[in-house]
């Protein structure tokens, strides 16, 4: 996938420290190619399309010791698609004003990225 990667109120402090996670999400992101009919199939189900890109970045962040589906907060009900340290990753293919951070997108409509 092709990507752009735009820094919004992230001082190089900040980009310092989570320098680990943001070369972890690009490596993923450039590890998955964009298809136009993506699939991946597991023992028992074919996932095609979407629900197959959300199951290969799952895999493919688990390997990384990413926690998947991490809990932001409980009220409001926030929860993030994965999260490693002080990082977490929200994908969205909506505009996710509310998050700020550091965001990757694809060349497609297919995800956006925040890094927290």
């Given at each position: 996938?092709?990507?752009?990667?735009?820094?919004?109120?992230?001082?190089?402090?900040?980009?310092?420290?989570?320098?680990?996670?943001?070369?972890?999400?690009?490596?993923?992101?450039?590890?998955?190619?964009?298809?136009?009919?993506?699939?991946?199939?597991?023992p028992r189900s074919t996932l095609f399309h979407q629900t197959a890109y959300n199951k290969r970045f799952e895999l493919e962040f688990q390997q990384l010791g990413w926690e998947t589906k991490p809990?932001?907060?409980?009220?409001?009900?926030?929860?993030?698609?994965?999260?490693?340290?002080?990082?977490?990753?929200?994908?969205?293919?909506?505009?996710?004003?509310?998050?700020?951070?550091?965001?990757?997108?694809?060349?497609?409509?297919?995800?956006?990225?925040?890094?927290?």
């Amino acid at each position: 996938m092709k990507y752009k990667i735009t820094y919004l109120h992230c001082g190089e402090h900040l980009k310092e420290s989570l320098k680990t996670e943001i070369q972890e999400v690009v490596q993923v992101v450039e590890s998955i190619d964009w298809q136009d009919e993506f699939k991946v199939i597991q023992p028992r189900s074919t996932l095609f399309h979407q629900t197959a890109y959300n199951k290969r970045f799952e895999l493919e962040f688990q390997q990384l010791g990413w926690e998947t589906k991490p809990k932001l907060s409980l009220n409001p009900r926030l929860i993030g698609d994965f999260r490693k340290n002080w990082c977490l990753l929200r994908f969205s293919s909506e505009t996710a004003q509310r998050y700020i951070g550091t965001s990757i997108n694809s060349n497609t409509d297919f995800r956006t990225a925040f890094c927290l």
